[in-house]
């Protein structure tokens, strides 16, 4: 008739639940971090990136094919990719440029 013991049992239930729901967003949370990992190290490698002077930006295009002729002296895919990059790059910006609606004159 009294319902004590059933309460109790509920209670404990409830209990052993909240530890359960608990241990599982640790457990999310926990993952959620380690899949943002890499999306936080290139957010802060943009902010560095734009603090970085237009000049230094400029250099890294020299230093960069030093460093490629030294790590990799005869590796004949970099080599075109590196002598055709310009062609393709301003390609590509012409076929964007195509893209874009055309301005109207203000009037």
Same mark, same amino acid.
């Given at each position: 008739m009294y319902p004590d013991g059933e309460l109790n049992e509920l209670a404990v239930y409830k209990a052993i639940l909240r530890r359960r729901i608990t241990r599982r967003r640790e457990d999310c949370v926990a993952a959620a971090a380690g899949a943002l990992r890499p999306i936080a190290w290139?957010?802060?490698?943009? @902010?560095f990136w734009r603090q970085i002077s237009p000049l230094a #930006?400029?250099?890294v295009i020299p230093v960069g094919l030093l460093l490629k002729r @030294?790590?990799?002296?005869?590796?004949?895919?970099?080599? #075109?990719l590196l002598r055709w990059a310009p062609m393709i790059f301003t390609a590509g910006r012409a076929f964007a440029a195509l893209n874009r609606p055309a301005r109207t004159p203000a009037g």
């Open positions: 290139l957010d802060r490698a943009i @902010v #930006k400029l250099a @030294v790590l990799f002296p005869r590796v004949g895919f970099f080599d #075109k």
